[in-house]
């Protein structure tokens, strides 16, 4: 925000200081001042909250390529502004003017001149090569030793993540120490998906059959989204997941809790049984004894959990109801059916006070 | 001059009826067949892509479903690569290429309409898709996505047996191109003297030749996988999903050059015409343009760089992907300096050519940073890569082909196109172009996928995205304007005369349009811009008036394309539909191209335009 102000105000001087300058007389620098302007207001229209860019990185391997972006963008630009300052200038200067209809020099080519920019072009190019090599090679270095191992396990449309030395499983919502490198190892189950924090890491595709590897260090503390990045179906777009990077006390805490699992108190609690009948045959929660299903998230901890449905909704106790009673409305195409509507002549499987009952008893998994 | 074409019988003009369409076997008709229905498809694809930047324009879009908007995005690729781009390239090297080698047709006619109808009914065949489901596995189809269990439908048989018909009509043009080429160039039409165009279209058919019939094959293998249960990608039968992306890319790829190539020799040609100059360094233009077709071959995995192949592939794929960027920028280059104390007179034509230009640098550029593999893990499959690849093949592709059509439209209908009309056009399209996909660059920065139906808000991307909408309206505008010019410029237009531009290529010495047999007399050919040379240069004149030929006997017209065409569209379909069509289909190609072996090939004598015609 700081950067566009400073922006606006450069523009503004430009456009005073061109009055002494021959601009004024075509109106130049006030027809720049107004364009820079309007420029400026869109941007900062469309600026604000960026949680999903590239150009903020809090984690090593996003901070790598940032630094290897930024240069090439800038060589980049360079070119661009050379190429498109020449078709324009010459467009101008050397256009056909009316009783000018000689004919120009006729130039076939200039083998010094062309093998000058081949050579030239190579140049560039070997520079561009030997970054990003350098990043390349740095990128390629093996976790250390003390990375905490996740399993990435990437389903049609959500993601579950596995600490298999911690004995924690969850899903959507990835918890990380600051600090501590991180390896991941990423599976499918179904479909090609790809794994994406933006602000951490570049991406890596997850390909069933195959278990692929990424690793990075966490570098500051936040809430990062993500989102799958390689088209895997209907709800391609929904399959969001969020990266909570904590301090290692806090991690420490979160390990304990999803370790622990359900108060043993709340067995006995009517959404307990209601979960136990019509949830637990997909879903598990530690610390319950018949909640063991497999097919869908993990739901250890989800009184915690900041949105639903893989990051479509927030997480409230209303959206939390909606989502039970029909998901699909939340998110087209998930698997989960709709248990608190009737579906033609079957009536719903939960009542309202059911579903009470269930929200209850899931907003205390925390 | 041009009113000599009058004498033309009446069964070879405009006025003729559908069967002498349907049965034509004329370069220069079925290069308006091609181009026709190319844009046909082309405004198809592009109402498809209207209604995605409609259902984008704000956070959680509700204008249309995921399963629609999957199926809009996929038939939006396919369509603007296979059915709009391809053939509208292939409406150019027909209309073009034997006026550019002093040719009277392609050197095999029958074969080129054989490649017009089995594009058309393809193409066909694969909308026909929407009334079923359309394909929605994307243009590039992974598996197992693409595979029987996640898509149970009959779309992606659509997208196989579709993309099989195109593929095919691909290689037998490619095929009789590269022997036109080869064989029928007038005396003194070096392969050092042909226009950059020619050249570019000779480069494009080996990479069609080379890259599709591998990917024939592999799509022939997702097709067995889905319909008999062989494995061959699938993971859970041992097979290997990236074994596609493989020999999908080592199609797809090329497949870029197939599209840019051509569109860089219109430019090539346009450039020059208008700078009034020759072009800067032919040599180095047309080596870069081989040189690219041979590295092309060689950059497929760039497509894969997040997919896990590890930092040695990924390393040599940069490699090679960097060293494309050199022939690359020499064009780029070399188009520029041909401005380079010039006489530019600025047309439509010119204004598409230098924004061509323009554009195509911002998309190499943008394309030069993700062909650094660590950056393309940030930027692949998000919004960066949309703008990337709509400013190559739509600042690149679409604005190098509509210069051709102004500049080249006097050879499809001896009249000019409005050019006060056609700068608002080009002012329109380009300013639309830019703020559609201009933002596209800073979405993608932010962090926004593609192929998503749908966003949330919060994410900084309602603005832009609204912009984007925006600009896409401003395009769709300069399109409807475009439709009218030509509507406009088929009968409304004034008579352009055999040479309005003051060309410097073969197809200025002959008549607007031209007539069926081309040119009167042999061109005798002395140098790489014969016409411009005959008129500026001291060198004789491309075409002599007193050695019009009195008995040129032009190609019958056949059925027989259409009918085997039609056979192989029968083939295709029965496979989803029912097999005895299928059956009856195969019959149809065998016995059709029985026939067409058996008939006489060899059609009245056509009567030449008339003597002093041309220079």
Redesign the interface.
């Given at each position: 925000m700081h950067d566009l102000y400073r922006l606006i105000t450069l523009a503004s001087q430009i456009a005073g200081k061109s009055k002494a300058t021959r601009w004024r007389r075509y109106g130049v620098g006030r027809y720049l001042a107004v364009t820079l302007a309007a420029v400026g207001v869109?941007v900062l229209?469309?600026?604000?909250?960026?949680?999903?860019?590239?150009?903020h990185p809090a984690g090593d391997d996003?901070r790598?390529?940032l630094d290897?972006?930024v240069p090439?963008?800038w060589i980049?630009l360079v070119?661009?502004v050379v190429?498109?300052g020449?078709?324009i200038v010459?467009?101008v200067k050397?256009?056909?003017r009316p009783g000018?209809d000689?004919?120009?020099?006729?130039?076939?080519?200039?083998p010094r001149?062309?093998i000058t920019?081949?050579v030239a072009?190579?140049l560039?190019?070997a520079v561009?090569?030997v970054?990003?090599?350098k990043?390349?090679?740095i990128?390629?270095e093996a976790p250390g030793p003390g990375a905490l191992i996740v399993e990435v396990t990437a389903n049609?449309w959500w993601w579950e993540f596995t600490y298999p030395e911690l004995d924690v499983v969850t899903a959507n919502e990835l918890y990380l120490p600051i600090g501590q490198e991180v390896d991941l190892r990423l599976a499918s189950n179904?479909?090609?998906h790809?794994f994406?924090f933006?602000s951490l890491?570049?991406?890596?595709?997850v390909?069933?059959?195959?278990v692929?590897?990424m690793n990075f260090v966490p570098e500051e503390i936040g809430v990062y989204?993500g989102?799958?990045?390689?088209?895997?179906?209907?709800?391609?777009?929904?399959m969001?997941m969020a990266a909570f990077v904590v301090s290692p006390a806090e991690f420490d805490r979160w390990v304990e809790m999803q370790q622990t699992g359900a108060d043993p108190a709340l067995a006995t609690s009517p959404g307990a049984q209601v979960f136990q009948i019509n949830c637990a045959a997909c879903h598990s929660i530690r610390g319950t004894a018949a909640a063991f299903g497999q097919i869908g998230p993990e739901l250890t901890g989800i009184g915690a959990r900041t949105t639903l449905g893989a990051g479509?909704v927030n997480h409230t106790p209303e959206t939390l109801a909606e989502w039970i009673r029909d998901p699909s409305q939340i998110k087209?195409?998930v698997l989960m059916p709709a248990l608190g509507v009737d579906v033609g002549d079957v009536p719903a499987a939960l009542s309202e006070d059911d579903i009470t009952a269930l929200v209850n008893y899931l907003e205390q998994m925390r | 001059m041009a009113t000599m074409t009058q004498t033309l019988p009446v069964a070879q003009t405009w006025k003729s009826d559908v069967w002498s369409w349907i049965t034509t076997v004329d370069h220069k008709r079925i290069a308006k067949l091609y181009l026709f229905a190319a844009v046909a498809f082309f405004a198809i694809a592009g109402t498809e892509s209207m209604i995605m930047r409609t259902q984008l324009a704000t956070p959680d879009g509700t204008l249309i479903?995921?399963?629609l908007y999957?199926q809009l995005f996929t038939m939006h690729g396919v369509s603007m690569i296979f059915i709009a781009i391809m053939p509208l390239n292939a409406g150019f090297f027909n209309l073009l290429v034997p006026l550019h080698i002093g040719a009277r047709d392609v050197a095999f006619p029958r074969l080129n309409a054989l490649s017009f109808w089995m594009f058309l009914f393809g193409a066909i065949f694969l909308n026909l898709s929407f009334f079923t489901g359309a394909p929605d596995?994307?243009w590039f189809a992974?598996p197992?996505?693409t595979g029987k269990e996640?898509s149970p439908g009959t779309g992606m048989e659509h997208w196989i047996l579709g993309l099989a018909v195109l593929g095919t009509s691909s290689i037998i043009s490619s095929l009789n191109f590269a022997v036109t080429i080869f064989n029928l160039r007038a005396p003194g039409m070096k392969m050092t003297r042909m226009p950059v165009f020619t050249w570019m279209t000779l480069v494009t058919s080996f990479l069609i030749l080379f890259a599709f019939p591998p990917f024939t094959v592999a799509s022939v293998l997702l097709l067995t996988d889905r319909i008999v249960g062989t494995g061959f990608f699938n993971?859970?039968a041992g097979g290997?999903?990236?074994l596609w992306q493989h020999l999908f890319w080592f199609m797809g790829h090329p497949e870029v050059y197939v599209l840019i190539l051509p569109p860089m020799g219109i430019v090539s040609e346009v450039l020059p015409t208008f700078?009034?100059?020759?072009l800067?360094?032919?040599?180095?233009v047309v080596f870069s343009g081989i040189s690219i077709g041979f590295m092309g071959f060689a950059v497929w995995a760039h497509h894969m760089f997040?997919?896990?192949l590890g930092?040695i592939a990924?390393?040599v794929f940069?490699?090679i992907t960097?060293?494309i960027?050199?022939p690359t920028?020499?064009k780029?280059?070399?188009w520029?300096?041909t401005?380079?104390?010039?006489?530019?007179?600025?047309t439509t034509p010119m204004l598409f050519a230098?924004s061509f230009?323009?554009l195509f640098?911002?998309g190499g550029?943008?394309g030069?940073?993700h062909?650094?593999?660590?950056?393309d893990?940030?930027?692949?499959?998000?919004y960066f890569i949309v703008a990337h690849l709509h400013y190559v093949l739509f600042g690149g592709s679409i604005f190098g082909i509509l210069a051709g059509i102004y500049y080249w439209w006097p050879k499809l209908t001896g009249r000019l196109l409005n050019e006060r009309l056609g700068k608002i056009h080009w002012f329109l399209a380009f300013l639309g172009f830019n703020i559609t996909f201009g933002?596209m660059h800073?979405l993608g920065?932010?962090?926004?996928?593609?192929?998503?139906?749908?966003?949330?808000s919060?994410?900084?991307w309602?603005?832009?995205n609204l912009?984007a909408t925006g600009g896409a309206y401003l395009m769709a505008l300069s399109f409807l304007l475009f439709a009218f010019i030509v509507l406009k410029g088929l009968r409304g237009e004034k008579s352009a005369g055999d040479d309005p531009w003051d060309g410097a290529t073969l197809e200025w010495a002959t008549t607007s349009p031209p007539a069926v047999h081309n040119f009167d007399s042999m061109p005798v050919v002395g140098s790489n811009r014969p016409v411009w040379d005959g008129k500026?240069g001291g060198s004789p004149a491309p075409m002599d008036p007193a050695a019009a030929e009195s008995d040129i006997h032009m190609p019958k017209a056949s059925y027989w394309p259409i009918f085997v065409a039609l056979g192989l569209a029968f083939a295709a379909a029965g496979v989803i539909y029912s097999y005895p069509m299928s059956a009856v289909g195969v019959v149809m190609i065998f016995y059709g191209t029985f026939a067409w072996t058996q008939e006489s090939t060899v059609g009245p004598p056509a009567r030449p335009s008339g003597s002093g015609a041309g220079h």
């Open positions: 869109v229209a469309g600026c604000g909250e960026l949680p999903q860019t590239i150009m996003a790598l390529i290897l972006l090439v963008l980049a070119i661009l190429v498109v020449f078709l010459s467009m050397y256009r056909y000018n000689g004919i120009p020099p006729q130039i076939h080519g200039n001149l062309e920019w081949m072009s190579a560039i190019v561009l090569a970054m990003t090599f990043t390349m090679s990128r390629a049609q179904d479909v090609i790809s994406w933006p890491s570049g991406k890596q595709d390909v069933p059959g195959t692929n590897r989204p989102q799958c990045t390689e088209f895997c179906g209907l709800a391609h777009g929904q969001r479509v087209p195409g | 479903d995921g399963s999957n596995g994307g992974y197992p996505l996640f993971p859970v290997d999903p990236v700078a009034r100059k020759p800067f360094g032919y040599t180095a997040a997919v896990g930092p990924n390393g940069t490699a960097m060293l960027a050199i920028g020499v780029v280059l070399n520029s300096a401005l380079f104390r010039a006489s530019i007179k600025i230098v230009v323009a640098t911002i550029l943008s030069m940073m062909a650094a593999s660590p950056v893990m940030q930027h692949t499959d998000t933002p800073i920065n932010d962090g926004m996928p593609r192929r998503v139906y749908t966003y949330i919060g994410q900084g309602d603005t832009w912009v500026y």
